[in-house]
């Protein structure tokens, strides 16, 4: 299994971001899959989830509103646009599958700073 995740980078307050994950090694129409985040010095967090067949499943409320997750699965691939982003969006955000089965990847860093 692997877990590729990009789209990260440094931004403003406010600016936004889309994140990419493409996966290859399971059978990806077969999983929810979830979008987490670890800031600094913090454990990691679950921020979002969506089902097999693309629909929005939850999202921790800080996020609400502001982010949106969603999928490709022709190409096993897994989005997270983030907008108005703030510097507590600071971290380094994963996919996975929505209990954090597989082996994670290398992430990719987010950091939200005027």
């Known amino acids: 299994v692997q877990l590729v995740e990009s789209g990260g980078g440094l931004v403003h307050p406010g600016g936004s971001l889309r994140l990419s994950c493409v996966t290859s090694?399971?059978?990806?129409?077969?999983?929810?899959m979830s979008w987490y985040r670890q800031a600094p010095g913090k454990g990691r967090e679950l921020v979002a989830t969506i089902t097999r067949f693309g629909v929005e499943l939850d999202y921790i409320d800080s996020v609400k509103g502001r982010f949106t997750i969603s999928r490709a699965n022709a190409k096993n691939t897994v989005y997270l646009q983030a907008n108005s982003l703030k510097p507590e969006d600071t971290g380094v955000y994963y996919c996975n599958d929505d209990s954090g089965s597989f082996s994670w990847g290398q992430g990719t860093q987010v950091t939200v700073s005027s």
């Open positions: 090694g399971f059978t990806f129409i077969s999983y929810r």
